[in-house]
Antibody
């Protein structure tokens, strides 16, 4: 069974840092582009960032609002994805989801599969 | 950034109804569009990818189509488990962007 499990969420003060993890199982993690998507309370979905695979040098992309503050990384040997969040702001409060999609040779196939999400609350 | 304009934002429908949800992209995204279903307290679930390809395991009553920069999600006969919020997402250019969502409720 394909599974993604996020962890590391919690309450943090503005200006603080938090590192989220996402553990994958049931699929070849290294063959997948991995995304972080967030959802503020009562709001819609917002894509946060992406990391490509080894063949694409683990290159990353970010939404402008988190660029320079958030870093997406991965450890394929541990089937794990990470989101390092620094200088957190109250508007970063959201449920954070990891999601994966199979990509190879510059093309992607099939749809995304998602983790269950983890809540990050930024408040003093 | 590519804007995804999703309509309607809410929809009341009855069991057995045929319903359509539309997303319009602010520029050409070819067929790089996905549709997701989200129920309260749950993660999104992939329904359609590449505008019209049905995700494995998704019922055949769901379908997607494209006409230029307009994309449509159709549910041919609404079932009780289909009442949820639906989102489109373009994956043609960064930043990837979602539509605002369509909340489907029982009439």
């Amino acid at each position: 069974e394909v599974q993604l499990v996020e962890s590391g969420g919690g309450l943090v003060q503005p200006g603080g840092s938090l590192r989220l993890s996402c553990a994958g199982s049931g699929f070849t993690f290294s063959d997948h582009y991995m995304d972080w998507v967030r959802q503020a309370p009562g709001k819609g979905l917002e894509w946060v960032g992406r990391i490509r695979d080894r063949a694409n040098s683990y290159s990353t992309e970010y939404v402008a609002s988190v660029k320079g503050r958030f870093t997406v990384s991965r450890d394929d040997s541990k089937n794990s994805l990470y989101l390092q969040m620094n200088n957190l702001k109250t508007e970063d409060t959201a449920v954070y989801y990891c999601a994966g999609r199979f990509c190879t040779g510059g093309s992607c196939y099939g749809g995304h599969f998602w983790g269950q999400g983890v809540l990050v609350t930024v408040s003093s | 950034d590519i804007q995804m304009t999703q309509s309607p934002s809410s929809l009341s429908a009855s069991i057995g109804d045929r319903v359509t949800i539309t997303c319009r992209a602010s520029q050409d995204i070819t067929n790089h569009l996905a549709w997701y279903q989200q129920k309260p307290g749950e993660a999104p679930k992939s329904l359609i990818y590449d505008a019209s390809d049905l995700q494995s395991g998704v019922p055949l009553r769901f379908s997607g189509s494209r006409s230029g920069t307009d994309f449509t999600l159709t549910i041919s006969s609404l079932q009780p488990e289909d009442f949820a919020t639906y989102y489109c997402q373009q994956h043609h250019a960064y930043p990837l962007t979602f539509g605002g969502g369509t909340k489907m409720e029982i009439k």
